[in-house]
């Protein structure tokens, strides 16, 4: 019985070797995996999202805006993070650019709304910035073949 155990101990080594040799990295290949993973996930992007389906999804499922009136700090300042942080290679561009500041302009214009117990300006504030984030996130995954998985309203 140690013969077998010893046999399979050995088989099971030499497989795991074979395999971390296998997928080991080619240093000649000199392949950029950091701005691969870039090119995939744009951190700030998502960072926004989560918010943004905070603030809106309430809103759109059942007429609440509590969530878009407390969190509304909150998305002005994903946007200041977002527009200041350094574009992705593939959106690296005016058009991104433009949209980005509008995206941020509309986000404090939503948040004054958000102050001002009017419900129709805060309606249609975060409308407008729902509309331009998925601008943005449309340009971002045109080209990925990637379904973003959220539902277009």
Request: hydrophobic share 40%; aromatic share 6%.
């Amino acid at each position: 019985m140690n013969s077998k155990l010893l046999k399979n101990l050995a088989f099971l080594t030499l497989a795991l070797l074979a395999f971390a040799c296998a997928t080991k990295k080619d240093d000649a290949g000199d392949h950029d995996h950091a701005a691969e993973a870039d090119q995939k996930e744009w951190k700030e992007m998502d960072e926004f999202h989560m918010i943004m389906a905070e603030t809106f999804h309430p809103f759109k499922d059942s007429a609440n805006l509590e969530p878009a009136r407390s969190k509304a700090g909150e998305l002005v300042a994903a946007a200041d993070k977002w527009i200041s942080a350094p574009l992705p290679e593939k959106v690296n561009n005016d058009a991104m650019k433009e949209k980005l500041g509008q995206l941020k302009t509309e986000a404090s214009s939503m948040a004054q709304a958000a102050g001002s117990g009017d419900d129709k300006a805060l309606e249609e504030k975060l409308t407008r910035v729902h509309d331009i984030f998925h601008a943005i996130q449309e340009d971002w995954y045109a080209g990925h073949g990637h379904e973003h998985g959220h539902e277009h309203h």
